[in-house]
Structures are given as C-alpha cells and as structure tokens.
C-alpha cells in the first residue's frame, strides 16, 4: 500500500540545512506500531504511532503524540497539533493545500505529493497569538517527507533517502 511516510525499521532519510550542513532522520526500532526515530541533531529518541491513516509524534513535546499527517487527507482538511514549546501552550494549524501533484526537490521530482500548511500560534492567558510564522511541508507518497520550508527562512530538501 502507497503511504506518505514509509515507516520501517533501518529506513532513513537525509536532509541539507541553509548552511549546507544535514541531519539524518532514522527509524530505529518498532514495537507494536509504534516507531522509535532518531535524528542526529537530537540526543533523544522520539516516537511515531501510526492509527489507521493517521501519523502522530512526540517530536514537539516528549510523551505527547500529537497528529502531524493524514495518509488520506483531501486538499483543505485541517488538523491542529497541540503542544508546550518552553513551557508556552503552543498550536500548529495544519491545513493540506495540494494533494496528487508533483514537487521538484534539487534535480529531482517527485510525484504524488502532498503540500500542507502550518501556522504557529500561542495560547497566552487564554487568548491565541499568531506568531507570524508559517511551515509548509511536502510529502511523497513512497518517499515521506521531501522538503520543509519556512517563512523563517528554513529550506531543508530530502538529498537521500534509503527505504
């Protein structure tokens, strides 16, 4: 079956930052569904859990999973992730802007993708601030994730892949 993210123990994907630096994000280890993942810019494991179509991680907040993709999303579903970032209640609204096109990622393009959204708030005394900041991310299906960007100026394209 086709997926957005193909989970798999060994599986691994390698990323380049602004500064020509890369990060590796790998899938140690399975156990009933859910994946333990490294990456080498952070000391700790995180996990993802796959539930039916949807992906959750505790990537932004350890020990509290969190939906960040939808295998069956349509353009305009929309999802919020949930999460304390330095002891502030924080939210990314996700939205799917794309789904089915292609992306061109360095020389190569890639089929199938979804494009989704996500817009940083902060949740301050109750009331929500938007703070300015948006990410967009772009998924192949039989690849996973091929490109973030930012408007904080991130770009960090998939340079390999070993699934």
Do not use: R
């Amino acid at each position: 079956m086709a997926t957005y993210y193909p989970l798999k123990a060994g599986n691994s994907w390698t990323y380049q930052n602004n500064d020509g630096s890369t990060f590796t994000n790998k899938v140690e280890a399975e156990d009933n569904g859910t994946f333990s993942m490294s990456n080498s810019l952070v000391p700790h494991l995180t996990q993802v859990k796959k539930d039916g179509n949807t992906l959750y991680t505790d990537s932004y907040e350890a020990g509290n999973l969190q939906p960040f993709l939808k295998e069956d999303a349509a353009t305009g579903d929309a999802w919020e992730i949930k999460y304390k970032a330095n002891t502030i209640d924080s939210v990314l609204s996700v939205v799917v802007k794309s789904t089915g096109g292609t992306k061109e990622v360095g020389d190569k393009t890639y089929s199938d993708v979804m494009e989704m959204e996500g817009v940083m708030s902060f949740i301050v005394n109750g009331s929500i601030f938007n703070a300015g900041t948006k990410y967009q991310w772009y998924y192949a299906k039989d690849v996973g994730l091929i490109l973030t960007t930012s408007t904080l100026g991130d770009n960090m394209p998939l340079i390999s892949c070993s699934i």
